[in-house]
C-alpha cells in the first residue's frame, strides 16, 4: 500500500500513547528495530572513537557549522527496517512531522528530496536527525571499499581544507590510520549488517518517501496491536 487512508492517518498519533512497550518489543517488528538501534549506536561509537582520535592530533576535519548540503535535493534510498525505524520515531516522537510525508506525496510536482530536509535548520536541517536512516549517518564519516577492496575516506568538499591533510582521498587502511589516527566506519560493512536483519528487504530497498507510508502502517498496526487494554 502506497498511502494509508485518511482514517488511518488520523489514528497515527491517537493509538501511539497506549502502546505497551514491553509487548512491541517482543514483537517481531520491535526485536529487529531494537537489533538496528544497536548498529546505529555502533556506527555512533566508531564515529566518536574517530573524531576523539583527530582531537588527540589536533586535527580539525569536520562539517562547517551551517552546512548540511550533502541532503539538500537528495532523496536517500532505504531498507524497509530503517523506514519502520523511521516511522517508530515520527509516531511516538514527532507525530506532526508525519503531515510532511504525505504533503510531499500529494505534490504533483514533486520536490526533488527528502521531505524532512529544513533548509531553514541552519546547520540543524534534519527534522528526524535521531530516526534518521544509516546513509544520512555516515554522511562525511565513513569509508567506501575501492574495487581492490581497500577502505577509502574521501574529505566532503565542503570541508575547509587543513595543510595537516592536505588530500582530499586517503586510500588504504594503513594511510588513513597513520593521517587520522583511527578509521571511520565502512559504510559497506554497516550495509551488510542491517540487511542481516530482514534479509529479505534487499529487493525492497526504496526512496524514502516511498517507503516511509506503508511503513507508518505497519509500525501503527502494531503499535495498535500491542496497546495497552483501556
Ligand atoms: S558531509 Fe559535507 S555537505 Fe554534508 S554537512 Fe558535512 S560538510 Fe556539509
Ligand atoms: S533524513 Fe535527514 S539527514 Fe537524511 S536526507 Fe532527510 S533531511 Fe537529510
Redesign the pocket.
Known sequence: MDKPSDDVRDNFVKIVPRADESEFDRSVLGMNLKALARIYDDVAQKQQNFAAALKLRGLSVSCPRDCGL??EH???DILPVEADM?AYHLLLRRPALIQLVFQDADKSARSD??P???AEGRGR?????EG??L??RL?GCSTVHSKKGEPVFALCKQFPHNPQVPQRRYIGAQQIQDSFGAIPPAMSDYSAMILGIEPDGVSSRMP?DKALPPALNRVALMLQMTAKPA
Open positions: 550533502c541532503c537528495f532523496m536517500p523511521l528530496g527528502c524532512f530536509w529544513n536541517n534534519c527534522l528526524v536527525y534518521r536512516p546513509i544520512c554522511f524514502l
